[in-house]
């Protein structure tokens, strides 16, 4: 039996390609998750795994859609192997089932994990650089320091939970703020 799998990093992404590739494969049931392949916990994920039975092939799209490192792709693919069962990537044409499939899974593994560390590398290059330019980096704060002075204000007559929520912010969030400003001064 081929039981394929499916996943989008986000809820906005449409996962209908991938479900359409593994339906022409011949997956008769597909599982499909909707979050990051960072995220440890996929549930879809760990329900397909329950539904492999000896003799069965796991197949998804491509390789970044089952594991974002080669570490724990191979860590899945040993254990499907362990347990007899096979592995199939639509888009690489990889059949674990082959020696060259074998071959081909660990190469483009090792690729694909080399590509993603490339982009991390420029994501970090491009903060540095923006960051040495004076851009500021992060969310923007929640309150202005005109707010917080009120907030300050608010506090000598209430409690730092009725004055945070009367601002739309935690206590924590509050909190945070008055200390940022009585650090620089303002």
């Not at 499916?6 to 809820?11: F, I, K, L, M, Q």
């Not at 090792?110 to 993603?116: D, P, S, V």
């Not at 209430?158 to 935690?170: E, Q």
């Not at 206590?171 to 008055?178: N, S, V």
Request: charged share 25%; net charge positive; with cysteine.
């Amino acid at each position: 039996m081929l039981i394929g799998y499916a996943r989008v990093s986000t809820s906005e992404q449409n996962s209908n390609l991938q479900i359409d590739a593994l339906t022409a494969a011949g997956c008769e049931h597909i599982f499909e998750d909707s979050l990051s392949g960072m995220t440890r916990c996929r549930p879809a994920l760990d329900q397909a795994l329950r539904a492999l039975n000896p003799g069965d092939t796991f197949v998804t799209w491509k390789l970044d859609r089952l594991g974002r490192s080669l570490s724990h792709l191979i860590s899945l693919i040993t254990e499907l192997e362990g347990r007899d069962i096979g592995f199939k990537s639509v888009s690489e044409a990889i059949d674990t089932r082959t020696a060259s499939g074998r071959l081909m899974f660990h190469v483009l593994g090792a690729l694909a994990e080399f590509e993603r560390s490339l982009i991390s590398e420029r994501t970090r290059a491009g903060l540095a650089a923006a960051k040495l330019r004076g851009a500021k980096l992060g969310r923007p704060p929640k309150l202005n320091a005109r707010q917080v002075r009120r907030a300050i204000h608010c506090l000598q007559s209430c409690s730092l939970r009725r004055v945070a929520r009367r601002f739309a912010v935690s206590p924590l969030t509050l909190k945070r703020a008055i200390n940022a400003i009585a650090v620089s001064g303002h």
